[in-house]
């Protein structure tokens, strides 16, 4: 494990196609973050949903952050790779009898009356005997859970607003709320920086942290990119994969869009250059709202 004093950022991309505009955004953030205190920064694929994995996805992301200058350190972790390390972890929740088998198909919660975000809890009571296919969900209770984001500020959540949740999910497949926690403490990240529109389920990860005994990172949740009509950029928005022909043109639109006011003259300066000057200079308490991209 690297020291625990030092600052431990990750970037997360899933190799679902290439990277694009706006999760170059995000890794640059978390880069800018890591390197401006001296700090590790390292690169994780978050592979473990082989429904939507792309094929040559990995190998292209991996490029096209070595084209924008955003060197990682130690090994890439792959999720695929880990796969006894959230077994384990799953062992150690069911031994704390916090574990359930859960049947509900989606129509059953669809057709609930308390068809919501929160889980009405019918199959709480089910034990492991359970022969059909069946999700794996953990049992929450009444606590609320607050935490100092860096940007965002104290933020606090009671359990109750979403219920027992799913850490492997009906097709076997370990559920992402589960994976990055188990991630993060393998890779010793301490510092987490990342979008916004992720918030929302940080409750949940921590609760993970406090039942499994393990110390909760730091936070910090940047806004996200958005398209002219207010859409998060994502691939399922049909965001264009990112252009690394003049990469550092790249790098200053992004870092003023991450309203960081690179001078002028640093426009048509070489990546390292710039990136130099962004970690000196890297102010993340002026990120407040939404950024819309420019238009083209």
Same mark, same amino acid.
């Given at each position: 494990m690297p020291d625990t004093q030092q600052i431990v950022g990750r970037f997360a991309p899933s190799p679902t196609g290439p990277l694009h505009i706006g999760s170059l955004y995000t890794a640059l953030a978390s880069y800018l973050d890591a390197r401006s205190r001296q700090g590790q920064w390292l690169l994780r694929i978050d592979d473990l949903d082989t429904t939507r994995n792309v094929k040559g996805a990995k190998e292209q992301i991996l490029k096209t952050l070595e084209a924008f200058g955003?060197?990682? &350190?130690?090994?890439?972790?792959?999720?695929? =790779?880990? $796969?006894?390390?959230?077994?384990? #972890?799953?062992?150690?929740? %069911?031994? *704390?009898?916090?574990?359930?088998?859960?049947?509900?198909?989606?129509?059953?919660?669809?057709?609930?009356?308390?068809?919501?975000?929160?889980?009405?809890?019918?199959?709480?009571?089910?034990?492991?005997?359970?022969?059909?296919?069946?999700?794996?969900?953990?049992?929450?209770?009444?606590?609320?859970?607050?935490?100092? &984001?860096?940007?965002?500020?104290?933020?606090? =959540?009671? $359990?109750?607003?979403?219920?027992? #949740?799913?850490?492997?999910? %009906?097709? *076997?497949?370990?559920?992402?709320?589960?994976?990055?926690?188990?991630?993060?403490?393998?890779?010793?990240?301490?510092?987490?920086?990342?979008?916004?529109?992720?918030?929302?389920?940080?409750?949940?990860?921590?609760?993970?942290?406090?039942?499994?005994?393990?110390?909760?990172?730091?936070?910090?949740?940047?806004?996200?990119?958005?398209?002219?009509?207010g859409h998060k950029l994502s691939k399922q928005t049909l965001a264009q994969a990112v252009d690394a022909k003049s990469p550092e043109r790249t790098i200053f639109t992004l870092l003023g869009l991450l309203k960081q006011n690179p001078p002028g003259e640093l426009e048509n300066a070489p990546i390292n250059e710039l990136l130099d000057w962004a970690q000196r200079s890297w102010s993340p308490g002026v990120l407040k709202g939404i950024v819309q991209l420019p238009a083209a």
């Amino acid at each position: 494990m690297p020291d625990t004093q030092q600052i431990v950022g990750r970037f997360a991309p899933s190799p679902t196609g290439p990277l694009h505009i706006g999760s170059l955004y995000t890794a640059l953030a978390s880069y800018l973050d890591a390197r401006s205190r001296q700090g590790q920064w390292l690169l994780r694929i978050d592979d473990l949903d082989t429904t939507r994995n792309v094929k040559g996805a990995k190998e292209q992301i991996l490029k096209t952050l070595e084209a924008f200058g955003l060197t990682w &350190d130690q090994s890439v972790f792959y999720q695929s =790779q880990h $796969l006894d390390d959230y077994y384990a #972890f799953l062992y150690q929740l %069911k031994h *704390q009898q916090l574990l359930y088998p859960c049947t509900c198909s989606r129509k059953t919660l669809a057709d609930s009356a308390l068809a919501s975000e929160n889980y009405p809890g019918f199959c709480r009571d089910k034990t492991f005997t359970e022969t059909a296919a069946h999700a794996i969900r953990i049992k929450t209770d009444q606590r609320t859970i607050a935490f100092q &984001d860096s940007l965002q500020g104290l933020i606090t =959540q009671p $359990l109750t607003s979403h219920g027992d #949740f799913i850490l492997k999910r %009906k097709d *076997q497949i370990v559920a992402y709320q589960f994976a990055v926690v188990i991630d993060d403490y393998l890779q010793g990240v301490n510092h987490v920086v990342r979008g916004v529109d992720l918030l929302e389920v940080t409750p949940r990860q921590i609760y993970l942290h406090q039942v499994l005994g393990l110390n909760t990172p730091e936070y910090m949740h940047v806004p996200v990119l958005v398209d002219s009509q207010g859409h998060k950029l994502s691939k399922q928005t049909l965001a264009q994969a990112v252009d690394a022909k003049s990469p550092e043109r790249t790098i200053f639109t992004l870092l003023g869009l991450l309203k960081q006011n690179p001078p002028g003259e640093l426009e048509n300066a070489p990546i390292n250059e710039l990136l130099d000057w962004a970690q000196r200079s890297w102010s993340p308490g002026v990120l407040k709202g939404i950024v819309q991209l420019p238009a083209a």
